[in-house]
């Protein structure tokens, strides 16, 4: 399981780098970048606020191409 | 041998292929000739699991690279090979609608190849729709077709669902580039395809398309097309979602689809030329080219341009070079088509080859105003 980003629906709101910033941090251009290592468990509460923070609904827990 | 461009136009009837062609296929080692180089089997089979009589072929001569002709120069003059192929497709995949997907300029191009449908059999003529693919660089792409024929708009799309998921009308779709179709039709001619197509461009005697045996070294087939007319600098090999190659390393590589080929485009860049405004004026193209739906490419690949751009014009702030390095690591992967990936591979093998023109522009200007 891993955090995919729906770059179409993606605006660059940076919500989720803010509440998980150890897994997302955001381009010169506002645009999140997904550290790609598996999900440790002790953060499992965090990525999923991620997924329900985003106004766009961009982003899911999930194992699409898409990343 | 088997050859493209001296085979004959028709060989009668179209050859019959049985349910094993799929496999004939898998022996040929056919890869996709419109970049990807994508295995052709597994994509027919993806397609024939689904099909149920359903299926869609979408045959591809969007040819929007702009450097290459070589889709174009097969359409206009092998027209029934390529239709032969798309026809192949329809019988072993079962289905039933082939749309003809040619690029809006590609004029001879598609005249030929609507010519070439009014001598077919009507079964065969029924299946067929014509699209004019818009003439933008990501109206080849996959999902970018199959999107324009369902909503008229060439712009990719997210995947899943895939093309052969999918695709026109929902329904499992193969889109398959006409060279690699005029293969599949040599291939049911019980040939083995054992040529690709290329176009040279830049500073060669003879620019335009040639077929050359798998295998050729670029220096092989740039002697085929009458030599360089300067000595070249560098050598572009697969267009601009290709890579930059010194000469020496470049004229000892074979051209199969191994070697990133892509579509088949050898660019000689002159020792004239500065190397540094050609890779700006491309990436500036690549820029404008992107669909403007995913931040990291339109955003990404537009600060690259700028970068780019200001070191060619001798306007940096002497940071451009060190944030160039750092934003090809970002871009690449976070697109929802391979726009952004194939742009970044060009660009960071400019930066690779060019290093020391990057790091000294300008220097040169300085000596000759001094």
């Given at each position: 399981?891993?955090?995919?980003v ?6 660059g ?14 381009d ?13 468990a ?12 985003c106004p766009?609904?961009?982003?899911a ?7 | ?6 085979s004959?136009?028709?060989s ?15 022996r ?9 180089g ?21 045959v591809?001569?969007?040819?929007g690279?702009?450097r ?20 192949i497709a329809a019988?072993?995949?079962?289905a ?28 065969e ?5 014509l ?6 660089y990501?109206?080849?792409?996959e999902t970018?077709?199959?999107?324009f024929?369902?909503?008229g ?8 669902p ?9 329904a499992?779709?193969?889109v398959?580039?006409?060279e690699?179709?005029a293969?599949i ?28 045996e ?10 085929q ?15 601009y ?10 004229w000892?590589?074979p051209?199969?689809?191994r ?6 485009v050898?660019?000689l860049?002159p ?15 690549l ?7 995913c931040g990291p ?9 700028d ?5 060619a014009?001798?306007r ?5 070079l ?14 929802a ?6 742009a970044v ?17 300008g220097?040169?200007?300085l000596?000759?105003?001094?």
């Amino acid at each position: 399981v891993r955090l995919v980003v729906d770059r179409i629906k993606c605006d660059g709101r940076g919500l989720c780098a803010e509440v998980l910033p150890e897994r997302i941090r955001l381009d010169d251009g506002g645009c999140p970048i997904v550290n790609p290592d598996p999900r440790p468990a002790h953060l499992l509460p965090r990525p999923q606020r991620a997924v329900k923070d985003c106004p766009v609904l961009a982003i899911a827990l999930g194992r699409s191409q898409v990343k | 041998m088997t050859r493209l461009l001296d085979s004959p136009e028709r060989s009668g009837t179209l050859p019959h292929v049985g349910a094993d062609f799929i496999d004939a296929i898998e022996r040929s080692g056919l890869v996709g000739r419109g970049g990807a180089g994508f295995p052709v089997a597994t994509k027919w089979r993806a397609v024939a699991q689904r099909s149920g009589g359903r299926a869609v072929i979408v045959v591809n001569g969007a040819e929007g690279e702009p450097r290459s002709q070589k889709d174009r120069l097969l359409m206009t003059t092998r027209p029934h090979l390529v239709l032969d192929g798309a026809f192949i497709a329809a019988r072993v995949l079962h289905a039933r609608r082939v749309i003809l997907y040619i690029g809006e300029r590609h004029e001879n191009a598609r005249h030929a190849m609507v010519q070439a449908l009014h001598e077919r059999t009507e079964p065969e003529r029924g299946l067929v729709t014509l699209a004019a693919a818009p003439a933008r660089y990501v109206a080849g792409a996959e999902t970018a077709a199959i999107r324009f024929l369902n909503e008229g708009i060439a712009t990719p799309t997210t995947a899943p669902p895939l093309p052969f998921e999918q695709g026109v009308d929902r329904a499992p779709t193969l889109v398959q580039n006409v060279e690699t179709l005029a293969h599949i039709a040599l291939i049911a001619r019980s040939g083995t395809p054992s040529s690709t197509l290329i176009t040279l461009a830049g500073g060669i005697a003879r620019p335009g398309v040639l077929e050359v045996e798998l295998g050729t070294t670029i220096g092989d087939a740039v002697r085929q097309g009458g030599g360089v007319t300067e000595q070249p600098k560098a050598v572009l090999v697969g267009g601009y979602f290709g890579s930059w190659m010194e000469p020496a390393e470049a004229w000892k590589l074979p051209l199969d689809h191994r070697a990133r080929l892509g579509c088949g485009v050898i660019g000689l860049l002159p020792a004239s030329a500065c190397p540094v405004c050609e890779t700006a004026g491309i990436m500036r193209y690549l820029a404008a080219e992107s669909s403007a739906q995913c931040g990291p490419c339109f955003f990404g690949l537009r600060a690259l341009a700028d970068a780019c751009t200001r070191i060619a014009d001798n306007r940096s702030d002497g940071r451009d070079l060190s944030r160039l390095n750092r934003w090809v690591d970002e871009v690449p992967g976070r697109g929802a088509c391979r726009h952004p990936d194939g742009a970044v591979m060009f660009l960071s093998s400019a930066l690779r080859v060019f290093a020391s023109d990057f790091a000294n522009h300008g220097s040169h200007d300085l000596r000759r105003a001094a």
